[in-house]
């Protein structure tokens, strides 16, 4: 990096105000993180006697798990709350469960919350940094910083890629921090899905929306797929998975058509046979799995960052 | 005990009577008295030098939240807040708790009405108890003292409903006021489009407006019956109510400050006092509202006056309350309309005083001999910055904290009585 960057954000809510500066400079410090993952002893001292909490209003297993996987290789104290949203019609709102939370000193607090925009009001509330892990239907920061790390391990590069993103782009919050992610860092994005899952204005976010799987995948670097939300499915938007899996369904003859080097990515839980074919989701061009393990260094890098700033 | 003022050195602008004077404005017992009436002996005299002397503002779109939601406005604040932005008479819609749909409630609201500051014009409900299933008594709460009906803030879905509600209303010389959005579509939290993407917030679309704004005008053709279009934000809505103006539909309609100066993008970072139904639109909508103002396809500015709390503001933004306050802040937001060029001072008179009079058929909006003096003395120079601590209204759910406004209400009348702005007042 440059000398005299200083990495300027106390929180992380989102790669939308990240500028390309400051994302190579998380991937550099990702990349030099992720050899601790693989010693023996996959721990070093960077966090200890730091608090992180992990608050968790929604469901997950990969996201909460890879935190506090890279929490605890920086020897942080990590704590996690699985609260349910319903909690807030019982009686007590978010912010005073955040402001609860404060009082007990946390450094950080890794929110994922079903409505977008909750760990920006929280920025307003409570003294630890925020790292969002996911809120409504916005971002999906640390994933889309992971899928970039993932893409220029492979390619060397993120500039002048072709990135198709396949699948229910209004509901994905991993598609939206993808497309600014990836046209940040000088990647051209081309989505494609059905048209009810498509949201208006994502060429004013850098993206193109193509109007054939075809067009969007040919010759295509990265062919990332998304999983369609079954339970956010109470609008009509499809009539079947089924009817899905047949005309968006990305199939080894789809992926033929993508670069013979392109990567296949996910960013899980995947619906197999859906979204994605099992042969390809297990296939030579995946890097599924490379994904997770990145999410972990990239993590760790935004936990240093973050506490670097406080 | 009403007074005797002389309203003095003032641009007196009357659009009703085609008066647009500088000049003095006699006040005697309450009631305008005629050019060239001697002055009385114990007249107080009021200084409008470099002031515009109007026919007292009418907002016809409030809500005062009495009864039932006190902690958020009553009708004693709300009509405050009303003097103070320059209104001597509003409207206040009927989803109040329990809702205004019958004699008691219009009543009580009438009742306490009589310890404000402004005029209180109740609107009765549509339909009983808001839930669009059968018509309110139309008779007794006009009887009561109501001067129309809406359901607004929930649609009316029934469009047999809504037509019944048109025909009858007709016999009772009630205005039916129509909240025009289509729920099935309305479902999200903010226009659909760009901000909406790049927020991750679910997204309504201009159609849905506009698909209810046909439906009232086609039922209002249908039936040779009169509606009224409250609260536009659409430029689709506005090509729909001007051309059905133009083949003789008894429409009118009208718009807020929020729309016509703010577009969706005032929600970025989550802001929940940039929150309401219908949502902010498009910067193309908001230039077709202005122009709307401009030509006459619509007829009012209101401000759909929202009380909320920091109960329902300081909140997740898809959980929290729609609305906004706007009765201190909607002259001079509408001041910078003339400003601009757009329209002219007795076109911002018969958009916030005389058109809303007409529309629910209540004395006032004009300066003629006789007539009640409801007035209002705008300083269209005064400059100020419109911050929390000058709030009047109880609740402080604006947008527009913190704006440097120019133009307000120096002084403002009701039947004589001074309800606002004693600074103006000489002797």
């Known amino acids: 990096m440059a000398t005299g960057y200083f990495f300027p954000h106390r929180h992380i809510l989102g790669i939308d105000h990240l500028s390309a500066e400051d994302i190579g400079h998380i991937l550099t410090i990702a990349e030099s993180f992720k050899e601790i993952s693989a010693r023996p002893i996959k721990k070093v001292p960077t966090l200890r006697g730091n608090t992180i909490i992990n608050l968790f209003f929604e469901p997950s297993t990969r996201t909460r798990l890879s935190f506090e996987v890279a929490a605890k290789r920086m020897s942080a104290d990590t704590f996690n709350i699985s609260a349910s949203t319903s909690s807030a019609t019982k009686g007590e709102t978010l912010i005073d469960t955040a402001r609860n939370i404060n009082a007990m000193r946390p450094d950080i607090i890794i929110i994922r919350h079903s409505h977008s925009g909750a760990p920006h009001m929280l920025t307003r509330y409570v003294d630890a940094a925020i790292i969002n892990a996911g809120d409504g239907t916005h971002e999906h920061p640390s994933q889309g910083l992971l899928d970039l790390m993932t893409v220029h391990e492979h390619k060397g590069r993120l500039d002048g890629l072709k990135v198709a993103i396949i699948g229910d782009i209004m509901h994905s919050r991993v598609a939206h921090s993808n497309i600014l992610g990836f046209t940040r860092m000088g990647s051209s994005v081309h989505v494609y899905g059905p048209a009810t899952l498509i949201p208006p204005g994502l060429p004013g976010l850098g993206a193109t929306v193509c109007s054939s799987l075809e067009e969007a995948v040919r010759d295509a670097d990265v062919v990332m797929t998304l999983r369609i939300q079954k339970e956010r499915q109470n609008d009509p938007l499809l009539p079947s998975f089924r009817e899905y899996a047949r005309e968006y369904g990305v199939t080894r003859e789809v992926v033929a058509l993508a670069r013979p080097d392109a990567l296949v990515m996910h960013p899980g839980p995947i619906n197999r046979g859906i979204e994605l074919m099992p042969d390809v989701a297990d296939g030579p061009q995946s890097v599924i799995l490379d994904q997770v393990t990145n999410g972990v260094a990239v993590r760790m890098a935004l936990l240093y960052l973050v506490m670097g700033n406080s | 005990m009403a007074e005797n003022w002389l309203i003095k050195n003032g641009r007196i602008i009357d659009p009703k009577n085609e008066i647009d004077r500088q000049g003095d404005l006699l006040v005697v017992e309450g009631r305008i008295a005629a050019e060239q009436t001697p002055v009385p002996e114990d007249t107080r005299e009021i200084d409008a030098s470099g002031c515009w002397v109007v026919p007292g503002l009418i907002d016809m779109h409030v809500h005062l939240r009495e009864p039932g939601e006190e902690y958020k406005e009553d009708i004693v604040t709300g009509t405050r807040a009303a003097a103070a932005g320059g209104f001597t008479a509003v409207a206040c819609m009927p989803n109040t708790r329990p809702v205004n749909d019958c004699r008691a409630v219009t009543a009580m609201i009438l009742e306490r009405a009589g310890q404000g500051s402004a005029r209180v014009y109740p609107v009765g409900a549509i339909s009983s108890g808001l839930q669009g299933k059968k018509l309110a008594e139309f008779g007794e709460l006009r009887e009561a003292g109501a001067v129309g009906v809406s359901d607004d803030g929930l649609p009316v879905r029934d469009s047999q409903l809504m037509r019944r509600a048109l025909e009858y209303a007709g016999d009772f010389g009630l205005t039916v006021i129509s909240h025009s959005e289509d729920p099935s579509l309305s479902t999200g939290v903010m226009n659909e489009g760009e901000v909406a993407t790049r ?88 230039q077709a509202v202005r122009e709307a103002l401009a030509d006459g396809t619509l007829d009012a500015i209101a401000t759909d006056h929202a009380p909320h709390s920091i109960l329902e503001k300081e909140v997740e933004f898809d959980l929290a309350a729609n609305g906004i306050i706007g009765l201190e802040t909607s002259l001079p937001l509408a001041l910078a309309l003339v400003r601009d060029g757009l329209i002219d001072a007795p076109r911002l008179v018969e958009l916030m005083s005389t058109g809303p009079a007409a529309i629910l058929g209540l004395p006032g909006g004009s300066l003629a001999a006789g007539q009640v003096a409801d007035i209002t003395v705008i300083d269209p120079g005064q400059t100020f910055t419109y911050t929390e601590e000058q709030v009047v209204s109880r609740s402080r759910n604006s947008p527009f904290l913190g704006w440097r406004l120019q133009g307000r209400a120096v002084l403002t009348m009701v039947g004589g009585r001074v309800t606002h702005g004693g600074g103006r007042i000489l002797s």
């Not at chain 2, 407006?209 to 009232?216: P, T």
């Open chain 2, 199 to 286: 927020l991750g917030l679910k997204g309504i679309p201009a159609a849905a407006e506009a698909i209810m704004v046909y439906r009232d005008i086609a039922l209002a053709e249908q039936t040779g019956q009169r509606v009224h279009i409250a609260h536009v934000s659409t430029a689709m809505s506005v090509d729909l109510i001007r051309t059905a103006k133009a083949r003789g539909v008894r429409v009118s309609a009208e718009t807020t400050p929020h729309y016509f100066t703010l577009t969706d993008e005032a929600v970025e970072g989550y802001n929940t006092n940039a929150k309401m139904n219908p949502p902010l639109r498009s910067g193309k909508d908001r």
